[in-house]
């Protein structure tokens, strides 16, 4: 089976698309996770912490130097520790609610009961049964 019929065979069994709507879901919620973290979440906790605004929390390493010229020769050199913090919250508001998902998921395909066997296939096992002790 060729490269080009394996393809053509793996997209029309749905994984492609599956894949695709999954990867633009999962943008699409990235960006409201981010939205409702940075601005919903981080501001009170910033207030909280004394009117602090977490994406802007940094070490300065080296400041800015200006050359004899007046020029700026080094830029600011910073850990920018506070979108870090942000980002982390991000992954943990994200982590949680897909681990919600996939519980879910999980409760409703464990708890399906298994289908009753039909009476005809009851009555046919016992006859075989019947059949195998006779012979």
Known sequence: ??????FKEFAIKGNFVDLA???IIGAA????VKTLVDKIIMPPIGLVLGR??????KV????QQLGADGKEVVKEVAIGYGAA?????????????VFL???????VRTE??????????????????LLAKQA
């Open 60 to 63: 300065v390493v080296q400041a």
């Open 29 to 32: 919620s990235g960006t409201v």
């Open 101 to 107: 998902v996939v519980r879910m998921y999980n409760k």
């Open 85 to 97: 913090i942000q980002s982390l919250t991000e992954f943990l508001i994200i982590g949680f609610v």
């Open 1 to 6: 089976m060729g490269l080009y019929s394996e």
């Open 52 to 57: 602090v605004a977490f994406a802007d929390l």
């Open 112 to 129: 399906a009961p298994p289908a009753a066997t039909p009476p005809q296939e009851k009555l046919l096992a016992e006859i075989r049964d």
């Open 21 to 23: 709507v999954g990867v």
